[in-house]
């Protein structure tokens, strides 16, 4: 049994150097840049608040609070300078107008926060009424009612009592020592202040006439306080205050509060202490030891798991990273070369529309790619919630074609949507941003490898179950990657980062959303016969009527109106022309475009124009954005139809948008093709263009 006690002896040992070590300290480069650079960092002392802050025999000044700041110091490796002051409205004054930079003992109070930074107090000491000997009242607050209280001017107490009781007859004097010896020679009635400050002055300036009566249920609590533009400062003190630990500050406490110390173990509490430790050690010792053994095994286990884990978590994440440089400079190469070609002067009309074209196509590209990587980090580092909601797949499917149909178009391959269900088998509760995300993956994919031919969009439910296959006549894939990709489609989605190799990083993010919504995608493929991906997942079908059904109710409503009123609500004038110029170009529509330059304006002129009829909102504007504007405007008119258009498109803020009440969303930069089909939701076709455009 000793031998089995005598093994776990490092272990407490260890475990009591551990727990006596101060917290650790690491500045900033900033932070260390201005403690080097700057050597007049000034703290205000003063001095006349013993023992916490005095000036002692030696004509020094000592306390308490002198070696909390010392300790500080010693912490950062930095010496302050500091400012003795007389007067405390004084040092007050300067530290609010930053002639000095922190206050080495203060208390926090409503008045004081307004330009002052206040840290954890150091210690809480009771607040005591003094009153002379002969006095027979002074033993709660209520009875001062009628009495004359002298406090210091400018105090936390002071503040606090005129607040809390305003009918007080309360003056003030210059400091603790001038009004407790007014009182102890009858000029005032009674005086509050802690109560080691009150038990000091009275055996040291013998002010035998006083006496201290019960609290009165305020506190003492001193601390330092910064002035609050110094922030980096203020980051400093923080990070030193918090490396301090509880020992030391009862170090520092306990080496003013008590003058003669009895060691500890000079005293019975100790060795009975002790005897219980020993005798609980052997009682524990042998029950906990097999027990630890077992632990120790365990975890062991359990390391060498998670080291396996880590080394190939760690070389999946290097080749996912590897690959999107390669991802990145296609697109990107297209868009420097064919840019450079743009300045010859001998370029045709045809050649210069030819490249432009192409441009933009690489930039579209190049967006996209950039989105799918914001989306792989999100997958990464967050989890999300199933949100479902009635949505129609013949609005999804249409969308989509519209989408990719021209990129199709370029490359002779023809859209066809094969969707044999009803309509109210098309109405489905599903997680529309996850299934987007799936389909133009596999959309995206299939347009990238079929240089001609078509592209299928089939729609089938069998059981409880809804098939969506994606099928071209592209290039089809070999038999290696096609196992490799079957493989990876069938694991668990983090080991799919960086195994596509060619297939880029949409497949990876279809993986993943199809997981989220309890789907699963399969692949069949044929070399030059093309592909076919298959999204299987659960069928839930509603009977309610769909949101297009509320649309076209709304359709109905415009369809009486020669002229729609759009107001964009944009503070960029580039992203302002190019929306107006989207919306010009629609021959199909007549509309009057209203401006807002930011959130406050767009809630003002829907407030003021019943006509509006629909909102371009921007998400990101000065003074009031756009998701504080649609909350606004939807209480107000909450059948206007509100679309949001931001640079975010990643599916956190499309729902943050929506929840917003925002009826739909397009990314920027705008596509025509995109924001066309959401149009034609709101407005009725007809042909007669008379476009107007009105400032606000």
Not at 6 to 13: E, N, R, T, V, W
Not at 391 to 404: A, E, H, P
Not at 468 to 476: E, L, N, V, Y
Request: with cysteine.
């Amino acid at each position: 049994m000793l031998k089995k006690l005598l093994c776990l002896f490092p272990f407490f040992l260890l475990l009591s150097v551990v727990c006596s070590c101060s917290k650790s300290l690491t500045l900033s480069d900033l932070e260390e840049k201005l403690l080097q650079q700057n050597d007049s960092i000034t703290v205000a002392i003063y001095p006349y608040y013993p023992p916490y802050q005095f000036v002692n025999e030696q004509n020094e000044i000592d306390g308490i609070f002198i070696d909390y700041l010392k300790l500080i110091e010693q912490k950062i490796g930095y010496k302050f300078k500091t400012k003795r002051y007389e007067d405390w409205p004084k040092l007050l004054k300067d530290v609010k107008d930053n002639k000095v930079q922190c206050i080495l003992e203060i208390q926090k109070t409503e008045g004081r926060k307004s330009y002052l930074k206040f840290y954890t107090p150091l210690f809480i000491s009771p607040h005591v009424i003094v009153t002379r000997n002969e006095a027979s009242f002074g033993n709660d607050i209520k009875s001062l009612n009628d009495k004359t209280i002298v406090l210091p001017e400018d105090y936390a107490i002071t503040e606090n009592l005129k607040n809390t009781y305003p009918d007080f007859n309360i003056v003030t004097d210059k400091d603790e020592l001038t009004c407790l010896s007014k009182l102890n020679s009858g000029e005032y009635d009674a005086y509050i202040g802690p109560k080691a400050l009150v038990s000091y002055y009275v055996r040291l300036k013998r002010l035998d006439n006083l006496k201290m009566n019960s609290g009165i249920g305020l506190d003492y609590k001193p601390g330092l306080a910064v002035n609050k533009t110094n922030t980096v400062l203020d980051g400093i003190l923080s990070k030193a205050l918090s490396s301090i630990t509880k020992k030391e500050k009862e170090s520092i406490l306990n080496s003013w509060y008590y003058s003669n110390v009895i060691p500890f173990y000079q005293t019975p509490k100790f060795w009975i202490l002790i005897s219980l430790i020993i005798l609980l050690l052997f009682i524990v010792v042998v029950s906990f030891n097999s027990y630890l053994k077992f632990k120790i095994k365990q975890k062991a286990e359990e390391l060498i798991i998670a080291r396996d884990i880590a080394e190939e978590s760690n070389r999946l994440k290097t080749n996912f990273i590897n690959n999107i440089p390669q991802e990145i400079r296609t697109p990107m190469n297209g868009i420097v070369g064919l840019s450079e070609f743009l300045d010859d002067e001998n370029l045709s009309s045809e050649e210069r529309q030819k490249y432009t074209q192409m441009i933009i196509g690489n930039s579209k590209e190049l967006l996209s790619i950039i989105d799918n990587i914001l989306e792989i980090s999100q997958l990464q580092t967050k989890r999300f919630t199933l949100r479902l909601v009635e949505i129609n797949l013949k609005d999804v499917f249409r969308t989509l074609v519209s989408y990719y149909d021209a990129k199709a178009e370029e490359k002779n391959t023809k859209f066809y949507i094969k969707n044999n269900l009803t309509h109210t088998e098309n109405l489905v509760l599903m997680d529309r941003p996850k299934l987007n995300k799936i389909l133009n993956a596999l959309v995206d994919n299939a347009v990238k490898y079929t240089n001609h031919g078509s592209i299928d969009i089939l729609c089938k439910v069998i059981g409880d179950f809804l098939f969506i296959s994606i099928k071209d006549t592209g290039i089809g894939i070999n038999e290696k990657n096609k196992n490799k990709i079957k493989k990876s489609l069938a694991s668990d989605w983090k080991n799919t980062i960086g195994e596509y190799e060619g297939m880029g990083l949409g497949l990876t993010i279809a993986k993943k959303n199809s997981d989220f919504i309890g789907g699963q995608i399969t692949l069949t493929s044929e070399k030059n016969e093309g592909s076919t991906f298959t999204l299987k997942v659960p069928y839930n079908p509603t009977a309610s009527i769909a949101k297009t059904g509320n649309i076209s109710n709304k359709d109905k409503s415009y369809s009486k109106k020669e002229k729609h009123i759009i107001l964009i609500a944009e503070d960029g004038e580039t992203n302002f022309l190019f929306l107006k110029t989207i919306l010009t170009k629609m021959n199909d529509y007549d509309f009057t475009i209203y401006r807002a330059k930011n959130g406050q304006e767009a809630v003002t002129i829907c407030q003021e124009n019943e006509n509006i009829d629909l909102v371009l909102m921007d998400i990101k504007m000065p003074i009031m954005d756009g998701y504080d504007a649609t909350s606004y405007i939807k209480k107000m008119r909450p059948n206007l139809p509100v679309i949001a258009q931001t640079a975010y498109s990643i599916e956190e803020d499309v729902q943050k948008a929506l929840d917003a009440g925002c009826d739909d969303f397009v990314s920027k930069p705008v596509d025509r093709k995109v924001l066309k089909p959401i149009l034609n939701k709101y407005f009725r076709v007809f042909k007669n263009k008379n476009m107007t455009t009105n400032s606000k």
